[in-house]
C-alpha cells in the first residue's frame, strides 16, 4: 500500500520530490551558515585596523628644491617625491601616448605639473626603483630605473621599457581608490592618504 | 625442564599488537618487506630525505624556543641565537644547510625516478603524491627563508608575494590579503612563521602516504620489471637497512663539511643585513633550489597572446612543477627503466643540463646571454615534457627486457652459486 502511494507521488511530479525541495534548501542554508563562519576565520588575515590606521602622512614640500627627490614612508612603503624641472615636465608632455605600454597623459597623473608624487614600487614585482638619489641610474628616460629585471620608467613615472605591465601607481590606486589619495593642503605641504 | 614460555617483553608485544597490531606493522614493512634485490645506491634518497624531515623538524622546534617572529626582533633574536645561545650556531647552521640538502636529496630522488620510469603504473599515484610534497616543500622553505628577516628574507617575500599580483582583476586584492597590509611587513611574518611550523607537519602527513602507496606495489628497481616472486626479493632488513645506513654515513660527511667548513657557502650575505623595506638590494637571487623557477619566471619578456609577459612567466613557472603530475600519461613507453629505451636513455640527459642551465641563468642578472638561454631552456624544458616525451616513447624500439630480477642478476656479474635463489634472513 504505501509503495503505491508512493509511486503516485513520483509520477505526479516526475523527478521531484517533497525530499528533494527540502535536501536543496536545507543544504543551501547550511552552506551559506558555513561560508558565513568561515568567513571571520579568512577576514582575520586582511589588514587590521591598526595597520590601516598608519595611513596618512603629511609632507612639508617647501624644502624641496627644484630637480630635487623626496622620499617618504607611507603605508610601509616608499612614495616619490619629484620637483621636477621644466624641462622634466615638457619631456613628460611631449610623449605620444599611443606609444605607451600604459597609456596615461601626464596631466592625469599630477595635480601639479611641477610635483610628481607616485608611489615607489616597481609594478613588476615590488622592487624600489633607483632614481631618488643624485648618482643614481635613472634610465634613459630620466626617471627610474628598477635594478631587479630592468624596467624603466619616465619622468612621469610611466613604464617605458623592461618588464613591468603598468605605470608607477600615484598613492592609493593600488589599493583601487577612485582617484589619487592625496591633496595639497596648501601651496606647499600635502596629506597622502 | 626447560620454560618454553614467550618472555615479558614478548607478551606484552603480543598484548599490545593484538589490539593495535603496531608491532607487526613496523615489522611487516620495515623488517620483513620484501625488496627488489637489486636496489642500486640511487634507491638511498629516499630514506634519506625521510631522515632529512625529521632532522629540519627537530632542529626547527629546538630553534623556536628562542627565535621571535616579529619584524622588530626577528633579525636580532636569530643574531642571539648564533651568538648568545649554546650551541645556537649549531642548530641554526644545521637547519639553514639542512634545507639545501634536503632539496639535494629530493631532486636526486625525482631525477631517479625520471630516469627508472618510477612514475609509470601502477606508481601513478606515489609519484603525484610526491610532486605534492615537492610543491610543500617549497612552500616550507620560501617561508622559512622570510624569517631571520634579513634583505633577501624581505625581497624574496615581496618579489614572490607580487606574483600573485600578475592574476587580473582579484591580483592586487590578494596581495594584501597574503601580507595583511600593504607591503610585507609584521603581519606577513607572524603568517609566515606559523605556515612554516604547521607545513612540515603536514608533510610528515602526506609521507606517510606516500608510504603507504609504496609499500602496495613495492619499490621499482634499476630494470624497472616487475617482482615476480621471492627469488626476486630480499628482507628489507638487514640488506637495506645496512645500506641505507651507509649511505646516510657518507650523506652526513658532506652535509657535517657544509654546517663546520662552509655554513654560509649556500647562503647570500645580504640576508645578514637587517630587512630595508624602503631599499632593494641590487641583485635578488633566491636560493639556489629555487634558481630554475626563477629563471623561467623572468625569460617571458614578451606577451603571449592576450596574457601579459609577467603572468605567462608566472603561469610557467608553476606549471613546470604541474606538469610533473601529468608525466605518468605524457610519457607513452610501456617500458620502465632507460636501461632499455635506447633513445630515451640519453635525452634524459638533456633534461638535466637543461635544468642546471636553468639554475645558472636564474642566478646570474637578465641581461645579453643570460636572458636568451633562459628562454632557450625554459622553451627546452617544455618542448621535453609535452612533445619529446609522448614522441620518444612512440618512435624508440625498447631492448628486450630481462624475464625476471634474478634472471638478470644471475646473468649480470653476479657469479655466485644460487644467485636466482630466494635469500633468507641471515
Ligand atoms: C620541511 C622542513 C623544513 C624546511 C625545508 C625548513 C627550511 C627553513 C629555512 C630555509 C630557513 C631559513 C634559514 C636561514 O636562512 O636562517 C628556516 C628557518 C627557520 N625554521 Fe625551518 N624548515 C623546516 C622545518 C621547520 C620546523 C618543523 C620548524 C619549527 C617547528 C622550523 C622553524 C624554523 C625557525 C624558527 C626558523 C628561523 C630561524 C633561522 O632562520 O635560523 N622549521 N627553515
Ligand atoms: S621588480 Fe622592478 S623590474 Fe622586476
Known amino acids: ?193 | 625442564m626447560a620454560d618454553t614460555r614467550p618472555g615479558a617483553t614478548a607478551r606484552i608485544i603480543r598484548w599490545i599488537d593484538y589490539r593495535l597490531p603496531f608491532v607487526q606493522f613496523l615489522n611487516h614493512e620495515l623488517n620483513e618487506y620484501p625488496t627488489p634485490r637489486n636496489l642500486s645506491y640511487w634507491w638511498n634518497f629516499g630514506s634519506l630525505s625521510g631522515i632529512m624531515l625529521v632532522v629540519m623538524i627537530v632542529t626547527g622546534i629546538m630553534l623556536a624556543t628562542q627565535y621571535t617572529p616579529s619584524a622588530d626582533l626577528a633579525f636580532d633574536s636569530v643574531e642571539r641565537i648564533m651568538r648568545d645561545v649554546n650551541y645556537g650556531w649549531l642548530l641554526r647552521y644545521l637547519h639553514m644547510n639542512g634545507g639545501s640538502m634536503f632539496f639535494a636529496i629530493v631532486y636526486i630522488h625525482l631525477f631517479r625516478g625520471l630516469y627508472y620510469g618510477s612514475y609509470k603504473t601502477p606508481r601513478e599515484l606515489l609519484w603525484i603524491i610526491g610532486v605534492i610534497i615537492l610543491l610543500l616543500l617549497v612552500a616550507t622553505a620560501f617561508m622559512g627563508y622570510v624569517l631571520p628577516w634579513g634583505q633577501m628574507s624581505y625581497w624574496a617575500a615581496t618579489v614572490i608575494t607580487n606574483l600573485f599580483s600578475a592574476i587580473p582583476v582579484i591580483g592586487p586584492g590578494i596581495v594584501t590579503f597574503l601580507w595583511g597590509g600593504f607591503t610585507v611587513g609584521d603581519p606577513t611574518l607572524h603568517r609566515f612563521y606559523a605556515l612554516h611550523y604547521l607545513l612540515p607537519f603536514v608533510i610528515v602527513a602526506i609521507v606517510l602516504l606516500h608510504l603507504v602507496a609504496l609499500h602496495r606495489h613495492g619499490s621499482n628497481n634499476p630494470l624497472g620489471i616487475d617482482q615476480k616472486g621471492p627469488q626476486d626479493t630480499i628482507p628489507f632488513h638487514p640488506y637495506y637497512t645496512i645500506k641505507d645506513l651507509f649511505g646516510l654515513t657518507v650523506f652526513l660527511l658532506i652535509y657535517a663539511f657544509f654546517v663546520f667548513y662552509a655554513p654560509n657557502f649556500l647562503g647570500e650575505p645580504d640576508n645578514y643585513i637587517p630587512a630595508n623595506p624602503m631599499q632593494t638590494p641590487n641583485h635578488i637571487v633566491p636560493e639556489w633550489y629555487l634558481l630554475p623557477y626563477y629563471a623561467i619566471l623572468r625569460s617571458i619578456t614578451f606577451p603571449i597572446l592576450f596574457i601579459s609577459s609577467k603572468l605567462a612567466g608566472v603561469i610557467l613557472a608553476f606549471s613546470s612543477i604541474f606538469i610533473l603530475f601529468f608525466l605518468p600519461w605524457l610519457d607513452t613507453s610501456p617500458v620502465r627503466s632507460a636501461r632499455f629505451r635506447p633513445i630515451y636513455k640519453r635525452v634524459f640527459w638533456l633534461l638535466v643540463i637543461d635544468v642546471i642551465a636553468l639554475g645558472w641563468v636564474g642566478a646570474n642578472p637578465p641581461e645579453g646571454i643570460v636572458v636568451t638561454v633562459g628562454q632557450i631552456a625554459t622553451l627546452y624544458y617544455f618542448i621535453h615534457m609535452l612533445i619529446l616525451f609522448p614522441l620518444i616513447g612512440k618512435l624508440e624500439r625498447p631492448l628486450p627486457l630481462p624475464s625476471s630480477i634474478s634472471a638478470a642478476v644471475q646473468s649480470g656479474g653476479a657469479r655466485l652459486s644460487g644467485a636466482g635463489a630466494p635469500l633468507a634472513k641471515p
Not at chain 1, 504505501?2 to 535536501?23: K, Y
Not at chain 1, 628598477?146 to 605591465?165: F, K, L, M, N
Open chain 1, 1 to 193: 500500500m504505501a509503495d503505491v502511494a508512493q509511486q503516485n507521488v513520483h509520477q505526479a511530479h516526475p523527478g521531484e520530490t517533497r525530499r528533494d525541495f527540502l535536501l536543496l534548501t536545507a543544504g543551501a542554508i547550511g552552506g551559506v551558515g558555513v561560508a558565513a563562519t568561515i568567513w571571520p576565520f579568512i577576514d582575520t588575515l586582511n589588514p587590521a585596523r591598526d595597520t590601516l590606521a598608519e595611513s596618512t602622512t603629511e609632507v612639508d614640500l617647501a624644502p624641496v628644491q627644484v630637480g630635487q627627490r623626496l622620499t617618504v614612508k607611507w603605508r610601509g612603503k616608499p612614495v616619490f617625491i619629484a620637483h621636477r624641472t621644466p624641462e622634466e615636465i615638457k619631456a613628460a608632455q611631449d610623449v605620444d601616448i599611443s606609444q605607451l605600454r600604459d597609456p596615461q597623459k601626464d596631466s592625469e597623473r599630477v595635480q601639479k605639473p611641477e610635483w610628481l608624487i607616485i608611489v615607489g614600487v616597481c609594478t613588476h614585482l615590488g622592487c624600489i626603483p633607483l632614481g631618488q638619489h643624485t648618482g643614481d641610474p635613472r634610465g634613459q628616460y630620466g626617471g627610474w630605473f628598477c635594478p631587479c629585471h630592468g624596467s624603466v620608467y619616465d619622468t612621469s613615472g610611466r613604464i617605458r621599457q623592461g618588464p613591468a605591465p603598468l605605470n608607477l601607481w600615484l598613492p592609493g590606486e593600488a589599493e583601487l581608490a577612485s582617484k589619487a589619495l592625496y591633496k595639497f593642503t596648501s601651496d606647499t605641504a600635502i596629506t597622502i592618504g
